[in-house]
């Protein structure tokens, strides 16, 4: 990776110098120095800023895709009839339409073979194996998660646990800026008059921290809170 395709990269990503610093776990001086071609770019940051594009295309946000499947293997058997596979291509504005689109084919018992989503360009963002664990990871969260609300949690000044919800509020902002976060991920904070803390989580914010709600026993809002005076926190 030289310095003109890092810098297509960090336009991609739509990131910052500060973005990709962050990103990557390096300083800024770092990033401009490779930038203005004064150190060369190590071969470990051109694998982390491919692993950094892939996962961004996995984003449930990330469009347009093509889903593409057939409605036979296409690996027939060596004797006996042979069908001839039907390929089937979907168009679709983001990733998440085309996986709730996936999902539905197979609650209808449709026979779905080697599906994949792919980008614009033609290059492929799910395999086969990556749409199934999704499908299936996606159909237990429903079972097993609730419809997310508005979470508070409240926690006194002496409780030391405080700085799990501190360092879970900075990965939140590293990922916000970096584009790997869904749109709507809000946290508020507001210290208590007894010196304690009260967090609230909005509900994209909720589902994505719900085993720590769960740790911290965060109690649900039927309405939205007042965030009056509450400082917006993390991203």
């Known amino acids: 990776m030289d310095t003109n395709d890092f810098k297509a990269w960090r336009e991609e990503m739509g990131l910052t110098q500060d973005g990709a610093r962050a990103l990557l776990g ?4 770092t990033v401009q120095n490779w930038e203005n071609a004064e150190t060369r770019i190590p071969a470990y940051v051109e694998t982390a800023c491919e692993m950094h594009r892939r996962g961004r295309k996995k984003l449930p946000d990330f469009g347009p895709v093509t ?26 504005a983001n990733n998440r339409d085309a996986i709730s689109r996936l999902r539905e084919l197979r609650s209808q018992n449709h026979d779905i073979n080697n599906p994949l989503i792919s980008d614009k360009a033609g290059d ?33 000044a002496s409780d030391v646990a405080n700085m799990s919800a501190r360092g879970l509020i900075e990965k939140f902002g590293v990922a916000y800026r970096a584009a790997y976060v869904p749109k709507g991920v809000s ?34 809002c039927l309405d939205p809170p007042n965030l009056t005076g509450m400082r917006k926190v993390g991203i």
């Open 67 to 92: 889903l593409t499947y057939f409605d036979a293997p296409l690996w027939q058997k060596s004797f006996g009839p042979a069908v001839i596979p039907k390929m089937s291509r979907e168009l679709y």
């Open 187 to 220: 946290i508020f904070h507001q210290i208590t008059d007894e010196g304690g803390h009260t967090y609230y989580f909005s509900p994209v914010a909720s589902s994505i921290a719900y085993d720590l709600l769960k740790t911290f026993r965060a109690s649900e």
């Open 124 to 156: 492929v963002v799910w395999i086969s194996q990556e749409l199934v664990r999704e499908c299936e990871k996606e159909a237990s969260q429903d079972q097993s998660r609730p419809q997310m609300l508005w979470h508070k949690v409240s926690i006194p």
């Open 26 to 29: 390096v300083s800024r001086v």
